[in-house]
């Protein structure tokens, strides 16, 4: 691997990091459950991506295996939650969007 391939690897890390910590004061912030849930998601892809960088920059084919299944853990939660949380704009009383 090349020392320029590398650094490129390494900014990607880094900028992925800086996305967790947007999306953790989004977690912190809310306001609604539905933006932490999106945060949350955020946390999954960004986990997700940065596997996937330090997989390439380790030559370790075990983490892109570890990805693959934090990609699919994330499909089962966003699944629990719409299915548990979300319900279709008309079945919701206008009071519900004040709060």
Known sequence: MSDSFARLLD???VA?????????????RG???ED????GQLFGTTGVAILLVLAVRTGNAAL???ALVLAALAIVTVSTFV????????AREPDDDAR
Do not use: C, F, I, N
């Open 64 to 66: 892109r295996d570890v």
């Open 36 to 39: 932490r849930m999106l945060a």
């Open 16 to 28: 992925l990091l800086v996305t967790l910590l947007a999306g953790l004061v989004r977690v912190w």
């Open 83 to 90: 299915g548990r949380v979300g319900e279709p704009p008309a």
């Open 11 to 13: 900014v990607a890390s």
């Open 31 to 33: 306001p609604r459950a």
